[in-house]
Each structure stands twice: as C-alpha cells, then as structure tokens.
C-alpha cells in the first residue's frame, strides 16, 4: 500500500495543464506587444540609406549641372544660350560645332596638337624626375638628405606667383619666352614636389629586402630602381600621368605669360580668344570646343581611374 502511494504521488488539478496553457499564451502575446518598439530601428536603418542616397543624387546634380548647361548650350543659338537657364534645347544647333572649329587663325585641331605636345613633354619629365628623385631620397642615405627633404616639402607651401617673375627672367634671357621650353623644361627637374613626396611614400612601402636580393645578384643603384622599384609603382606613376595631364591641359596662367604668338596657344589660350571685351564673343562656338576639349580628359580619367584609386590608397596605408 505504501509502495502505490508513493508511486502515485499527489494528484493535480485537471484544469492546472490547461490553465498553464492559458497562462503562457498572454505572456506569448505580451512578449510580441514588446516587439512592435524594436521595429522602429528597423524602418530607421532602411529610412536613413535612402535619405542620404538622396542627398548624394541631389548634391551630384547641382555639381554636374554647369557641365550639362555648357553641352546643352553649345547646341543653342547665341540669342537663345542666356535667355534659357534649362537643360531643354528648343533647337539644336551644330553649326557652333562647325564655326568654332575653324573661326581662329587656325584650325582647333592646331591647338589641340599644341596642348598634346606640351602636355607628352611634362608628363614624360614628371615620371621620369620625380621617381628617381622620390627613390634617392627613400632609398639612399647620404648629408643632408632630411633637411633638403623638408625644403622640398616647403615648397608645397610656395605659390607660383611668387616665382614666376624670376623663372620669367630667366627664360626670357635664355630666349625661350614664346616657346613650350620655360614650361616643359621644369619638370625634368622634379619641381613638383607633390609627385615626389608621393613616390617617395609609395617606395618606403616596397619592402627593402627586394633590394638587397637584387644587390646580391650584382645589382647597382640604376638597375635595382629600373628593374625591381620602377615595375612595382605603376599605381604611382599612373596617378602622375593623370594628375599632370590635367593639370597641363587646363594651365591657363602658365601659357598665357610664355606662349604670346597666336600659333603657339594652347586650348585654353585659344577658347580665351573666343572672347572680346570690345566686340561681340561667339558663346556658342566657345562652348562648342570647350566640350570638345574635355573630351581627352574623360578618356585618361576613366583609363587610369582604377590606377588612381590603387595609388592614393597604397600611399595612405603608412
């Protein structure tokens, strides 16, 4: 007897399961009353992307908008460019494209060919100064190499105005005012200092033990900067070579003080004299070639963009 009252135990409440029941499924439905706040982030995390995505859009518009203007109104007709601030043509217009080729003493294509020179002569002399300048002051040790390192980086600090009265007497002594000599000669002197100081940051990345197994095989200076840094700072040069052609195809002041006859001008020169302060100035035809000018710096922009990106990131990670 005692064995069956063990075994059996004392007894519940038929109704205490179902009550059980009844009291986990408020609480159930309480826990997810307690859910509805905590969506809220939710809609704010998807909210905010949106909102800011549409910033972005808006302020890319504004930023973009003169470049589509100077499209839209090199189709326009003179009389209609600054009557109409939209981006809706009435009628289009290619005969700016037409009148502005050839309404200078020559072609457009002569200063086209022009800036191309000038801009092949800078960009040759920047890559090949300023890399084997940034590697003699990365790599080699020698009296003096920080204190000329810190000049170097001064002259960031320098404005062009303050030498290009000097530089102009120089060159003007020399016999090379209206030539592209005072603006290409410069740079096979590296003095850019921005594009030193990037390769030289570049070049302390290149890990050194390259060099001494190059130097092991027998290698000098010449050759372990030719063979083994010069192929690894492609990202380096590459943002050279599109920093100086488009500073060089938009320099204005430069080309204005050295270059005075009408058959050595550049682009910008030659949309500058689409301009006259005493006459009427061809609008249309100016805003014609000036689209015509942007067009070689979209295809190195967009060539080399990758390369650009590589460069100033590799640079950064010091």
């Not at 009252?5 to 609480?27: E, F, K, M, V």
């Not at 001494?212 to 063979?227: L, P, Q, V």
Request: a positive charge.
């Amino acid at each position: 007897m005692t064995d069956q009252l063990t075994s059996s135990g004392p007894s519940r409440p038929a109704g205490a399961g179902a009550g059980a029941g009844t009291a986990a499924a408020p609480a159930g439905r309480g826990h997810r009353t307690g859910d509805q706040p905590g969506a809220r982030p939710r809609r704010t995390r998807r909210v905010g992307p949106i909102v800011r995505h549409a910033i972005l859009i808006i302020a890319s518009l504004v930023m973009i908008y003169p470049l589509l203007w100077m499209i839209v109104s090199s189709l326009r007709p003179n009389t209609e460019i600054f009557r109409n601030p939209g981006l809706l043509p009435i009628s289009f217009n290619t005969e700016n494209y037409v009148n502005g080729w050839n309404a200078l003493s020559q072609p457009f294509s002569h200063y086209l060919i022009n800036s191309t020179l000038l801009v092949l002569g800078c960009v040759i002399g920047n890559v090949i100064a300023c890399s084997l300048t940034a590697y003699a002051f990365a790599r080699l040790k020698f009296w003096g190499r920080n204190i000329a390192f810190a000049v170097m980086l001064m002259t960031l600090m320098l404005p062009i105005h303050v030498v290009i009265v000097p530089q102009y007497i120089m060159f003007s002594q020399t016999g090379w005012v209206n030539t592209m000599l005072p603006l290409i000669l410069p740079k096979f002197l590296a003095t850019d200092a921005f594009f030193v100081f990037l390769m030289v940051q570049f070049i302390r990345g290149i890990p050194r033990e390259l060099d001494e197994a190059a130097r092991i095989d027998g290698c000098g200076h010449f050759r372990i900067f030719f063979r083994v840094i010069l192929p690894l700072m492609t990202p380096a040069i590459a943002t050279t070579v599109i920093f100086t052609f488009m500073w060089m195809w938009n320099d204005f002041f430069g080309s204005l003080i050295y270059l005075t006859t009408p058959d050595n001008f550049t682009v910008p020169l030659a949309l500058r004299a689409f301009l006259d302060s005493q006459g009427t100035s061809d609008w249309g035809a100016m805003f014609a070639m000036s689209v015509l000018s942007l067009v070689p710096l979209f295809i190195v922009f967009l060539l080399g963009q990758r390369f650009l990106i590589r460069g100033f990131a590799t640079t950064g990670i010091k």
